[in-house]
């Protein structure tokens, strides 16, 4: 049975205080009227103090998350489902207090109805996870005050819901990483492909982005659709593009150069992920190969729950062509291509 505290308030306070000088001037005086009056009022806050305890001991709490992915900062939705067990004691406007697993956040829900004897309210609220990884949400209390008023009365207990991924804030990724990935020489392949291609292939082309150079243009097909239309490298499944990281701490200057580091990689692989150029990413020496929406998901739970660990080989292979590594520099965070020069920050 979850422990119960309980205190009065501050219309308990007063009617104990009534009680004390009921009884005192009864003493005084030998006034039976007041004497009647202050038992009166004592017992009443008594009988309020045993009931109000029984009437929280019935209250159960279940979180349940309407979802399994949600991003930093943004309000994800719970339901919290409240059930009185008791037989013939209502609750009043029952209050549940509950904290973040992760930045232990704390938020108050408050149910705008009384709950009466066998009833669950189910109540949705939009809390805001600030921490990446699996987090859950917790309730830590819930109390109520009987119809009187005068004692409020708290369950405490640990009741846990499901883990939720959080996945990293998003932010807008560097447009000149995809550029330079894109400005990469043309294979024969790729322009056989492209004189052969009829109709617009995601693989072949995309829409026009601000900074694209003209030559990859495509002025044919634009002419037919009636928007600016670019040549895209057609070799997607072949790891034409491709997302370093490494954890080790030697390669992040503060910790939080390594957050804004994942913010950039999760929000690159939903950048070309949606559109449909990203191939795959290294995470240390674990490579993982973007196909499919599942394939996705689980790259960006991985990123997620990522965090600097010595024990991750601190060696970078040398980057080649269409690998981009992401790391610090001087100032913030920085993406290497296989050209020292070329740096997209």
Wanted: aromatic share 10%.
């Amino acid at each position: 049975m979850p422990r119960v505290f309980q205190r009065l308030t501050f219309q308990g306070s007063v009617c104990l205080l009534g009680a004390a000088l009921s009884l005192g001037s009864s003493w005084l005086f030998s006034n039976a009227l007041a004497f009647l009056i202050g038992y009166a009022l004592l017992f009443g806050l008594g009988f309020d103090w045993i009931i109000s305890r029984f009437c929280v001991q019935k209250l159960e709490v279940e979180l349940v998350p309407l979802g399994t992915h949600a991003r930093a900062y943004e309000a994800f939705p719970f339901e919290v489902r409240l059930t009185n067990r008791s037989t013939w004691l209502p609750i009043r406007s029952p209050i549940i207090r509950t904290v973040e697993s992760g930045r232990k956040r704390e938020s108050t829900l408050q149910v705008p109805c009384t709950l009466l004897p066998g009833q669950t309210a189910k109540i949705t609220f939009y809390p805001q996870f600030g921490r990446r990884g699996k987090q859950r949400l917790i309730a830590l209390e819930a109390f109520s005050f009987f119809p009187l008023g005068m004692t409020r009365s708290s369950c405490v207990f640990s009741q846990v819901s499901r883990a939720v991924s959080i996945w990293p804030e998003a932010i807008s990724p560097p447009i000149e990483l995809f550029r330079a990935w894109e400005n990469q020489p043309e294979t024969d392949r790729e322009s056989v492909r492209r004189t052969t291609g009829e109709q617009m292939d995601p693989n072949l082309f995309r829409s026009y982005l601000p900074g694209d150079a003209m030559r990859r243009i495509n002025w044919k097909l634009s002419a037919k659709t009636s928007a600016l239309v670019v040549n895209q490298n057609p070799d997607n499944a072949q790891a034409r593009l491709w997302l370093r990281i490494n954890s080790h701490p030697s390669h992040w200057k503060r910790p939080v150069d390594f957050e804004s580091g994942i913010r950039i990689l999760a929000s690159a692989l939903e950048f070309g992920f949606k559109r449909r150029m990203l191939a795959g990413i290294t995470i240390n020496d674990r490579q993982i190969s973007i196909r499919s929406y599942e394939d996705f998901n689980r790259a960006v739970d991985q990123i997620s729950e990522l965090e600097m660990d010595l024990g991750a080989d601190a060696h970078i292979p040398i980057l080649k062509r269409g690998e981009f590594l992401i790391m610090s520099r001087k100032k913030g965070v920085a993406i290497q291509t296989s050209i020292p020069q070329r740096v997209a920050v």
